[in-house]
């Protein structure tokens, strides 16, 4: 039976990003009680999003730096918050399940944990996804745009990273899940880049290692040839570009399930055909993710609009060049966030929620 404590660290973390909604089986607590005992539980339940040192939280709460320090330190190796350093100073922040704890389970991933988060995906987020904004959003692969229009650098997998400094790569949680039930694809394992701090804490924590630009290329490159769809954290200043198949992907399989995808992404791009040019390969139904191309009664293929997420996957591999990647028109285009949080502010607005800590709210 779930203990107050982990009830309310529930609670706290359905605040954030896409949520973490309460089920009928109960399995999102199973969830949280693997992953924190009491004590981790109820210091979660003190911090905010906002990097801080622990001195000053002990100071909020009340109890000795030293005792805090060790549990924010030991928390961080778990992978249960973020931890930012700066100089010799170490800062820590609540993180979202998702994108964020869950994530941070690649040294911790066992086949238990693994059927849990299985069975969550079903009965919680795949529930609740139709409903809200995604914390990630596929762009199209390089190759795939016609340059027809400048391209945002927010919206090219290459501009983004030439702009890092500090560039990590790290194993695809979501396939490393699927390996334990059994159910993984064949796509690349290697394919998740983090940057900037969080590449940094990857790195400090074992679960990735440091790569040069160069390095990120050939293995976006290497994703793209594979079938993978870039999706970076839905801000204009990710974090992270992921590499995702509808096969494993918490995101694309949950929204893959939704009978308009188009509608739950971040998108600016689309596919268009030109049916006199269709050899019909079918290369271009394996290769898309969202199940949005299929073979008409003319004996050519056909795009649903519904469903494509303009990643153009479909178009790198159309050697007739029947299939090409479209801009959206102006009044259809969406510009994501300047920075993450600001993208976690606005999924908090649009699910009723505050990001303000439970035990920081002032009641009557």
Known sequence: MPDDVHNLLREQLDQYSVGFPSTDSGVEMKILEKLFNEEEAEMFLNLSLSPETPEAVAERISLDSETVAALLERMAEKGLLFRLRKG?????????????????????????????????????????????????RPIAVNRSIAVLRPVAPYEDTLEIVRSQKLIAVGDCICRKEKGFLGKACDK??????????????????????????????????????????????????????????GDCCGVLTNIKRHPRPAELVVSNYYVELEEDLCCACEVCLDRCQMEAVAMGAEGVAVVSLDRCIGCGLCVTTCETGALSLRSKQEDRRREPPVKFADAMVNMAKKRGKSLIPIKMRKHP
């Not at 059927?115 to 904004?133: C, I, K, N, P």
């Not at 394919?191 to 630009?213: E, H, K, N």
């Open 188 to 245: 690349p394992l290697e394919a998740c880049l983090s940057f900037g701090p969080q590449a940094q804490y990857y790195v400090d924590l074992g679960m990735a290692r440091f790569i040069t630009q160069e390095e990120a290329f050939e293995i976006l490159e290497c994703c793209e040839a594979a079938g993978l769809v870039p999706q970076p954290d839905n801000s204009q200043r990710p974090l992270a570009i992921c590499n995702c198949c």
């Open 88 to 136: 010799a100073s170490a800062h820590y922040s609540a993180i979202p399940f998702i994108v964020g704890i869950y994530e941070f389970q690649l040294k911790s991933m066992d086949r238990e944990l693994a059927e849990l988060v299985d069975r969550y995906f079903d009965e919680g987020f795949g529930l609740q996804m139709a409903e809200q904004t995604m914390p990630l």
